[in-house]
């Protein structure tokens, strides 16, 4: 995994592949069921991915939660994007 920083001021070192979590939940009717999340999620992480892209929106709030599960103690010093209406 290559990695650049994110933001001309804020610094961070991101990885340059984001995570979308849009597809996390079956909210909409279709998406990945939580084990399937887990293993995308999990895999992303094995391959030194470190940047998530995450809204409150999708999947009505589903996909948020489950993201929030998914994310252990190892992960507070990562970047997470939200967006919030």
Do not use: H
Request: negative net charge; glycine residues 14%; hydrophobic residues 35%.
């Amino acid at each position: 995994m290559q990695y650049t920083t994110f933001g001309r001021r804020a610094g961070l070192r991101v990885s340059e592949y984001a995570l979308g979590t849009a597809n996390f939940g079956t909210g909409w009717g279709a998406g990945a069921e939580p084990d399937e999340a887990r293993r995308i999620f999990d895999r992303f992480a094995e391959a030194g991915g470190t940047f998530l892209d995450s809204a409150d929106g999708y999947r009505f709030g589903e996909s948020e939660e489950l993201t929030g599960k998914l994310i252990s103690a190892e992960w507070s010093a990562r970047p997470i994007v939200s967006c919030c209406p």
